[in-house]
T-cell receptor
């Protein structure tokens, strides 16, 4: 049963520290998405990649956030420096385009708390 | 600005009742998906609809895509406690914005009491 894995599942850090979240997409999926979920804003798309190339990162604060795919088995989302307003659950999803539609499979998320 | 509005935001019902959740937008979608999310987990895809007027059934769940492809509904018959969760709609391929990836609605939190 193939699944998207994310590490760490929980992260508590102090304001100003660097945070790196990792995602292993499902083997064979060529698209990877990063989302942030909060009670106030809901689920927001931060960035996504196809075949490891960034397609859209317009939802991501550029000054402190960066997303990369060093290889097909690893996607990373980095926040530097972190701020309390970054506290949220960050989801990675991998997927395929099926008849013109993205079908996404979400990981369990990383719950980030910045104090 | 939320492109996709879901209603109601919260719904608490008794086991066996029927319910409908709505997803509305002023934009046209090329596709509409529904997801269910349980606490501590990521959303899970339930269905994808791509044709205006399309109706899909998944056991006790019925999904409908509006004729103009701007709205969708999810109807659950004889709800069960296992249906409890956050229901999210997601629109893809907004033709008037050129955005290709999915945009998620605000969600409907459903609780089914035994």
């Amino acid at each position: 049963d193939a699944r998207v894995t994310q590490t760490p599942r929980h992260k508590v850090t102090e304001m100003g520290q660097e945070v790196t979240m990792r995602c292993q997409p499902i083997l064979g999926h060529n698209t990877v998405f990063w989302y942030r979920q909060t009670m106030m804003q809901g689920l927001e798309l931060l960035a996504y990649f196809r075949n490891r190339a960034p397609l859209d990162d317009s939802g991501m604060p550029k000054d402190r956030f960066s997303a990369e795919m060093p290889d097909a088995t690893l996607a990373t989302l980095k926040i530097q420096p972190s701020e309390p307003r970054d506290s949220a659950v960050y989801f990675c999803a991998s997927g395929l385009v099926v008849t013109g539609v993205y079908e996404q499979y979400f990981g369990p998320g990383t719950r980030l708390t910045v104090t | 600005t939320q492109l996709l509005e879901q209603s109601p935001q919260f719904l608490s019902i008794q086991e066996g009742e029927n319910l409908t959740v709505y997803c509305n937008s002023s934009s046209v979608f090329s596709s509409l998906q529904w997801y269910r999310q349980e606490p501590g987990e990521g959303p899970v895809l339930l269905v994808t609809v791509v044709t205006g007027g399309e109706v899909k059934k998944l056991k006790r769940l019925t999904f409908q895509f509006g004729d103009a492809r701007k709205d969708s509904s999810l109807h659950i018959t004889a709800a069960q406690p296992g249906d409890t969760g956050l229901y999210l709609c997601a629109g893809g391929g907004f033709m008037d914005t050129g955005r290709r990836a999915l945009t998620f609605g605000s969600g409907t939190r459903l609780q089914v009491q035994p």
